[in-house]
């Protein structure tokens, strides 16, 4: 059973910078791409960034692209979100998801995730 846990949100001010993590359990995390989506209050869900299996490509959406930085650590099981140069538009609350239905995927297209975690909330102030 595929099992993600993000961690690290919180208030931040304007400018900031906070670390997302999602420890995942469950399946084979080193073969599986990995993506960050958050949604904001009144908003669909926005796919923002995406990791290979093997770390190698990365996808940004416009929106984060240049401020947050998508890693992972296949020896625990990890992903991280960098996310620098915070703004007020970045609230939300932010979910971790596994692409496990495509073995070695690129992770780039969003609606293929399937597997999510519950979401930890990013709040920036102004």
């Known amino acids: 059973q595929v099992q993600l846990v993000e961690s690290g949100g919180g208030l931040v001010q304007t400018g900031g910078s906070l670390r997302l993590s999602c420890a995942a359990s469950?399946?084979?995390?080193?073969?599986?791409?990995m993506g960050w989506f958050r949604q904001a209050p009144g908003k669909e869900r926005e796919f923002i960034a995406a990791?290979?299996?093997?770390?190698?490509?990365?996808y940004y959406a416009d929106s984060v692209k240049g401020r947050f930085t998508i890693s992972r650590d296949n020896a625990k099981n990890t992903v991280y979100l960098q996310m620098n140069s915070l703004k007020p538009e970045d609230t939300a609350i932010y979910y971790c998801a596994a692409d496990v239905r495509n073995l070695y995927g690129l992770g780039y297209r969003g609606y293929e995730y399937d597997s999510w975690g519950r979401g930890t909330q990013v709040t920036v102030s102004s």
């Open positions: 990791i290979s299996w093997s770390g190698n490509n990365t």
């Open positions: 469950g399946f084979a995390f080193g073969s599986y791409a």
